[in-house]
């Protein structure tokens, strides 16, 4: 019974979670042009997609824009979390606490107050504040993603480095970075994940007609909607989701082969 | 002109903390020595083996290499190599990219290296094993991997921070006799770190007893089992039975109630003493014959350690612990003689039987809090 009363409780929670994907999904490749009927299948609105000019202005956008921020930020963020790293426990700890801080703020505060800032600086909104903001709200996923790879360091490799006559940068080079390389990728793909979902902090921190694929959903959602925004929907999805696995793969992977091997 | 290959001079370390780790420690190495710095936990032998290899700078005090001072040389310029503990051998690399790290900094030959990563594989007894990742290597691979790693740089020194500590009994057993093989093979100066005294006996020239910051004793492995210099060495360097006594006069001690023969001098009359007997030389004699002026006890408990018994004997206020091939039923009475020659006499010191942590407590393994 309770088996039952558990197996019930799952289903209902992924259903309420993929019901709605799935139906995206689905009516992505509905002839038909109305919701809730099935017209048969159809690419039709795939093909559209991709002779859109502002749809692949956007696409442009939003690949550029992603593929800048999660540079700069996995920079930023790979150099800040080595710094955090090296800090004392005390100040490492409540400089985390201040990094980690605009993950839970709430993205309109932070999408405003990034607008407040630009407009007090003088900045245009445009290409460049999109930039900056996209920057700025994936550096903590990057420092999340750096510091544990810091953490699970041998404390004592720089120094064997230097031991075997190594200078401290070539022991950093040669044996540091190499070591937190997978922590800095999966930082970069997760910068580039969320710079490509982002919408809110987007919406408020752009202008002169710059829009990124979401913003373009939008502004397309609200003239009606056209079964093109299931289509570009369901391929933003894909591949947010494709990111997201190459990011927990190499985990997943690693914590089979741990526990397939025996304990030493 | 120096003969010593390293010097220590005054060696003092005080922590950002204020706590003094080290508290003016002299010592030398002389070329082809194996030296052992052995200690219970906390003694400073780490911080000693850190100073050493540059890893840290000390408060006062000075380390010399073949008579010049290199206290403000930085590691990577030091003719020393140091295997640590947890040997931190490179995760990303294998085997042989990890042992030809250091000449590959040196831009050396590809080609000469690999010949010497080779031969140095079989110094440590991995041949072929050139390809594997470090992970998928035991313990005591890893362990040959490190040393091998260090000892491709010919340093003029090479220091071992507990490398054993992490291996069970059976491997640390067979590793110190490696260990031994390869360090008179290489010809290189060992600068060794235990805090198992029978490690240190076993494989060391020279074992410096350290405590609390300071040198105890340096001496070879038969002086400082055979003459401690105080309770403190006495008690670490093995079980021993330390008592409080008196000197009546020369070559006459007084303990366990009773005048004994000895062949100390020189403490003056009534002088307060330690007296060490190791546990192998009290003899226990039954009581049917009767000797003169020889103390009585009872056994109070037999236990069987494989080659010997252990028996703990109650003598009047005090508590012998005896080793001996022959067993007697806890209960029996007997008669206790020592040999003159076997009583060791040791100035009353701030070392005192009470004072020492003991050398078992101390040796504790301590557990690895990563992971
Ligand atoms: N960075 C530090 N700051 C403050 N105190 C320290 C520091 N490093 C070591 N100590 C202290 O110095 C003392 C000596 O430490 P050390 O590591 O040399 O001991 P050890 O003899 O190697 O002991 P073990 O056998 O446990 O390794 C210890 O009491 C330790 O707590
Ligand atoms: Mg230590």
Redesign the pocket.
């Known amino acids: 019974m309770t088996k039952f009363l558990r197996r019930t409780y799952m289903g209902l929670i992924l259903f309420f979670l993929y019901v709605p994907v799935l139906l995206l999904v689905v009516f992505s490749f509905n002839a038909s042009k109305s919701r809730g009927v099935w017209g048969g299948f159809t690419l039709q609105w795939y093909v559209d997609l991709f002779k859109d000019r502002a749809i692949l202005a956007a696409l442009r956008n939003t690949l550029v824009i992603g593929l800048l921020a999660a540079a700069i930020s996995t920079l930023v963020g790979a150099v800040g979390a080595i710094g955090l790293y090296q800090l004392r426990r005390g100040w490492r700890q409540g400089l985390m606490g201040l990094v980690n801080l605009p993950m839970l703020n709430s993205e309109i505060v932070t999408g405003v107050s990034l607008m407040l800032l630009y407009t007090a600086m003088n900045l245009e909104l445009g290409f460049l504040t999109l930039v900056l903001s996209h920057v700025a709200f994936c550096i903590p996923y990057v420092v999340l993603s750096v510091l544990p790879k810091l953490r699970q360091l041998d404390p004592h490799l720089p120094e064997a480095a230097q031991d075997l006559g190594a200078t401290p940068t070539q022991a950093f080079f040669k044996v540091i970075l190499p070591d937190i390389m997978p922590g800095i990728f999966s930082g970069f793909l997760l910068a580039l994940t969320m710079s490509i979902d982002d919408f809110v902090i987007s919406f408020f921190t752009t202008g002169m007609g710059v829009q990124n694929l979401s913003i373009t959903v939008y502004t397309m959602a609200k003239r009606g909607i056209s079964p093109k925004i299931n289509a570009l929907s369901t391929i933003i999805f894909v591949v947010v989701l494709g990111l997201l696995a190459a990011v927990n793969l190499p985990d997943l992977r690693r914590k089979n082969a741990k526990a397939s091997r025996p304990p030493v | 002109m120096s003969e010593h290959l390293i010097e220590l001079k005054d060696l003092t370390?005080v922590?950002?903390?204020g706590?003094?780790?080290?508290d003016g420690i002299n010592l030398s190495l002389n070329r082809n020595e194996f030296l052992t710095?052995l200690?219970?936990?906390?003694?400073?032998?780490?911080?000693?083996?850190?100073l050493v290899g540059g890893f840290?700078a000390p408060t006062s005090g000075d380390v010399l290499y073949m008579g010049k001072s290199i206290v403000h040389l930085p590691p990577y310029k030091r003719n020393i190599n140091t295997v640590f503990?947890r040997y931190a051998l490179f995760p990303h690399m294998n085997v042989a990219q990890n042992i030809a790290f250091g000449p590959d900094l040196r831009r050396q030959d590809k080609r000469e290296t690999a010949r010497q990563v080779a031969d140095m594989l079989a110094l440590v007894g991995l041949r072929g094993f050139e390809k594997r990742a470090v992970a998928s290597l035991s313990g005591g691979q890893q362990q040959r991997v490190a040393i091998a790693r260090a000892l491709i740089n010919k340093p003029a020194v090479l220091l071992l921070?507990?490398p054993l500590g992490a291996l069970d009994l059976k491997l640390r057993k067979e590793m110190q006799v490696e260990l031994k093989r390869i360090q008179v093979e290489s010809g290189i100066t060992f600068l060794y770190?235990?805090?198992d005294q029978e490690e240190a006996l076993t494989m060391s020239d020279t074992v410096v007893v350290?405590r609390g910051?300071q040198v105890q004793q340096v001496g070879t492995p038969q002086d400082i089992y055979n003459e401690p210099v105080n309770a403190f060495v006495a008690d670490f360097i093995g079980e021993s039975n330390i008592l409080a006594g008196t000197m009546i006069a020369d070559r006459r001690a007084f303990f366990l109630g009773h005048p004994f023969e000895c062949v100390d001098s020189g403490f003056g009359e009534d002088a307060p003493v330690d007296v060490v007997l190791r546990p192998e030389d009290v003899k226990l004699k039954s009581v049917d014959a009767p000797i003169p002026g020889a103390p009585r006890g009872v056994v109070i408990s037999t236990l069987f350690k494989g080659v010997h018994y252990e028996m703990r004997v109650s003598v009047g206020a005090d508590e012998l612990l005896v080793h001996s091939t022959h067993a007697r039923e806890p209960g029996t009475p007997v008669q206790i003689t020592v040999a003159p020659s076997d009583i060791q006499i040791m100035r009353k010191s701030d070392m005192s039987p009470d004072a020492p942590a003991r050398a078992e407590e101390?040796a504790l393994p301590?557990s690895d809090e990563r992971m």
Do not use: N
């Open positions: 370390m922590f950002e903390d706590y003094t780790a080290l710095l200690g219970p936990s906390g003694c400073g032998k780490t911080t000693t083996l850190r840290a503990q921070d507990e770190v235990t805090h350290m910051g101390a301590i």
